[in-house]
Nanobody, 122 residues
Framework: QVQLVESGGGLVQAGGSLRLSCAAS????????MGWFRQAPGKEREFVAH????????NYADSVKGRFTISRDIAKNTMYLQMINLKPEDTAVYYC???????????????WGQGTQVTVSS
């Protein structure tokens, strides 16, 4: 059983920055593709970024490329999402998740955290 716990959300003005963290069970990063997703009110959950277990190769949604950076600290069993130049449309609950496969699809991710709220004011 993989356990994931997000933290770091909050309220920030447009143009500001936040760093989200996802604490994971031991050895999670060596086994699973780890992803960040978000869900805004009234919208479906959507892919933000992922990092592969092998070599830490990353992939991003077009909407966040150049502004968000996914990374991991294997020794600390923690994944991060550094977000800069935040926009009001980035407002959502952000979730970290783990998948057996390399995927951007919500349905492929087996384990989920509880989510952390990010609110960007204009």
């Amino acid at each position: 059983q993989v356990q994931l716990v997000e933290s770091g959300g909050g309220l920030v003005q447009a143009g500001g920055s936040l760093r989200l963290s996802c604490a994971a069970s031991a050895r999670t990063f060596s086994t699973y593709t780890m992803g960040w997703f978000r869900q805004a009110p009234g919208k479906e959950r959507e892919f933000v970024a992922h990092i592969r277990s092998s070599r830490g190769v990353t992939n991003y949604a077009d909407s966040v490329k150049g502004r968000f950076t996914i990374s991991r600290d294997i020794a600390k069993n923690t994944m991060y999402l550094q977000m800069i130049n935040l926009k009001p449309e980035d407002t959502a609950v952000y979730y970290c998740a783990a998948a057996w496969v390399i995927s951007t699809m919500v349905s492929d991710y087996r384990y989920w955290g509880q989510g952390t709220q990010v609110t960007v004011s204009s």
